[in-house]
T-cell receptor, first 113, second 114 residues
């Protein structure tokens, strides 16, 4: 248990559905991250939030829409996804700054049909 | 190619043996971190080594960093079946702002058999 929770743990959705992934951290961190992990590929950073402000969008398609209402919660809103978006989506948090490690949630396994 | 590439991609050893994984990277870094991931789960931070450090220990883990060669190694001594997992290095580049933005490699899959 790392102090970062993600729901749901598994999600199957059609290409026309709209769904949201939720991440919550109980560590008092002020930076939160979304990553995508696909088979045989390195972990891809998608978004970074510092003190609720988005500071990084790593050229992510607009069908992924993040939301950070406060420093403890992070959402990833999904709509009109493609089958290639199927992956493990990982949330992480850390203290802001150069020298801090990240704490990861267990991930949401997303399958787009 | 990716910043942070692990070598080998897969490693199979017997319990009690040592496991060594290597990581190479391309840009100047602030620090390098190693993470572990059990199948289909989140990553767990193992150890962080700063660019001005050359070696660091944590329990059965030993990490080295050679900034002149842009490489790092992770040694797990006296391995156990429970060490079976994927291991990733991640680099924190210089001048990438205040967030702890990390770049991950593709990982080494370690299998420890009884």
């Amino acid at each position: 248990e790392t102090g970062v929770t993600q729901t749901p743990r598994h999600l199957v959705m059609g290409m026309t559905n709209k769904k949201s992934l939720k991440c919550e951290q109980h560590l008092g961190h002020n930076a939160m991250y979304w990553y995508k992990q696909s088979a045989k590929k390195p972990l891809e950073l998608m978004f970074v939030y510092n003190f609720k402000e988005q500071t990084e969008n790593n050229s992510v398609p607009s069908r992924f829409s993040p939301e950070c209402p406060n420093s403890s919660h992070l959402f990833l809103h999904l709509h009109t996804l493609q089958p290639e978006d199927s992956a493990l989506y990982l949330c992480a948090s850390s203290q802001p700054g150069q020298q801090y490690e990240q704490y990861f949630g267990p991930g949401t396994r997303l399958t787009v049909t | 190619s990716q910043q942070g590439e692990e070598d080998p991609q897969a490693l199979s050893i017997q319990e009690g043996e040592n496991a060594t994984m290597n990581c190479s990277y391309k840009t100047s870094i602030n620090n390098l971190q190693w993470y572990r991931q059990n199948s289909g789960r989140g990553l767990v931070h193992l150890i962080l080594i700063r660019s001005n450090e050359r070696e660091k220990h944590s329990g059965r883990l030993r990490v080295t960093l050679d900034t002149s060669k842009k490489s790092s190694s992770l040694l797990i001594t006296a391995s156990r079946a429970a060490d079976t997992a994927s291991y990733f290095c991640a680099t924190k580049s210089l001048n990438t702002g205040t967030a702890s933005k990390l770049t991950f490699g593709t990982g080494t899959r370690l299998q420890v058999t009884l």
